[in-house]
């Protein structure tokens, strides 16, 4: 199995992939307003490629369950001068985490190779007819709803059913678009339109995803399920965001998406040394 991004290519099977988060906003759940200054940010992602991030995925617009907007100027004011400066530093694909085609666009000729998607579902294309001419890699988030109404009332008969569903019909799309499927990673967005009961399903059924033939990466960093589950605040939700990396190595994911690469990486090499001795 190959993911191709840009100029980027990995085989798998590998030691999992860890993607450092980077967000360059005043308003994020986890990192909010620690990395508005394009210089603090440029040296957040370098410290995370020294600790062992292969990926590093900048962000300009919160995500967290209802986040107001923002205007594409503004995004793009908060991006470009991260994307443009980290990747003339680094030998590593810059991701740019955007429901926007216009700022993927930019993203992606100012250098970036991966358009992390939090809108796959929507229905135009236009996203992937700019990932299809910029032959960027292509991460397929599964959210039910919009970040301003996802957590609002997230009903679904079978979770793990309807997500894997909404990735083969994904999939298709993509091809039809002119997005060979050694592009495309698939997310099945924990956190984005899920009730706490539709989170742990999903990480229990996460095989489901990884039988698709395509690299599966997954998000569990300081979400809000293990707060409501554990009664943790965001800075005390490490330890059950490792429980449940390592999970989901043993399911087959293959890129793990968080905010502390140090210790993520030394839980998920642990994991799969374990792995690799059992009978």
Same mark, same amino acid.
């Given at each position: 199995? +190959?993911?191709? @991004?840009?100029?980027?290519?990995?085989?798998? %099977?590998?030691?999992?992939?860890?993607?450092?988060?980077?967000?360059?906003? *005043?308003?994020?759940?986890?990192? $909010?307003?620690?990395?508005?200054? %394009?210089?603090?940010?440029?040296?957040? $992602?370098?410290?995370? &490629?020294?600790? /062992?991030?292969? &990926?590093?995925?900048?962000?300009?617009?919160?995500?967290?369950?209802?986040?107001?907007?923002? !205007?594409?100027?503004?995004?793009?004011?908060?991006? =470009? %001068?991260?994307?443009?400066?980290?990747?003339?530093?680094?030998?590593? *694909?810059?991701? +740019?985490?955007?429901?926007? *085609? !216009?700022?993927?666009?930019?993203?992606?000729?100012?250098?970036? !190779? +991966?358009?992390?998607? +939090?809108?796959?579902?929507?229905?135009?294309?236009?996203?992937?007819?700019?990932?299809?001419?910029?032959?960027? /890699?292509?991460?397929?988030?599964?959210?039910?709803?919009?970040?301003?109404?996802?957590?609002?009332?997230?009903?679904?008969?079978?979770?793990?059913?309807?997500? $894997?569903?909404?990735?083969?019909?994904?999939?298709?799309? #993509?091809?039809?678009?002119?997005?060979?499927?050694?592009?495309?990673?698939?997310?099945?967005? =924990?956190?984005?339109?899920?009730?706490?009961?539709?989170?742990?399903?999903?990480? @229990?059924?996460?095989?489901?995803?990884?039988?698709?033939?395509?690299?599966?990466?997954? /998000?569990? !960093?300081?979400?809000?399920? &293990?707060?409501?589950?554990? $009664?943790?605040?965001?800075? @005390?939700? =490490?330890?059950?965001?490792?429980?449940?990396?390592?999970?989901?190595?043993?399911?087959?994911?293959?890129?793990?998406?968080?905010?502390?690469?140090?210790?993520?990486?030394?839980?998920?090499?642990?994991?799969?040394?374990? #792995?690799?001795?059992?009978?």
């Amino acid at each position: 199995m +190959i993911f191709h @991004a840009g100029q980027f290519e990995f085989t798998f %099977p590998r030691p999992t992939m860890i993607m450092g988060v980077v967000n360059v906003t *005043p308003d994020s759940f986890s990192d $909010g307003g620690r990395f508005l200054d %394009p210089a603090a940010a440029v040296a957040r $992602g370098l410290e995370m &490629i020294g600790q /062992g991030a292969e &990926i590093i995925d900048i962000g300009g617009e919160s995500t967290r369950p209802g986040a107001e907007p923002v !205007s594409e100027a503004e995004e793009l004011r908060r991006v =470009l %001068p991260v994307i443009e400066k980290l990747v003339s530093q680094v030998k590593a *694909p810059v991701s +740019i985490d955007t429901q926007k *085609p !216009s700022v993927a666009r930019a993203a992606l000729r100012a250098g970036a !190779s +991966i358009v992390n998607d +939090i809108a796959a579902n929507r229905a135009d294309n236009e996203m992937w007819g700019v990932v299809a001419e910029a032959q960027a /890699g292509y991460i397929c988030l599964h959210m039910q709803g919009t970040p301003q109404t996802m957590q609002l009332n997230p009903v679904y008969e079978d979770v793990v059913e309807e997500v $894997g569903n909404f990735f083969v019909d994904r999939l298709k799309r #993509l091809q039809r678009a002119g997005v060979d499927a050694v592009r495309v990673v698939l997310d099945p967005g =924990l956190g984005f339109g899920k009730t706490v009961e539709h989170n742990l399903q999903l990480l @229990a059924g996460v095989e489901r995803f990884t039988k698709l033939r395509r690299p599966v990466l997954l /998000g569990v !960093s300081r979400k809000s399920f &293990i707060g409501k589950l554990l $009664g943790a605040e965001v800075s @005390a939700r =490490l330890p059950a965001a490792l429980a449940c990396a390592c999970l989901a190595v043993k399911a087959g994911v293959r890129l793990i998406r968080t905010h502390d690469v140090a210790e993520t990486l030394q839980a998920v090499r642990m994991a799969e040394a374990v #792995l690799a001795r059992s009978r």
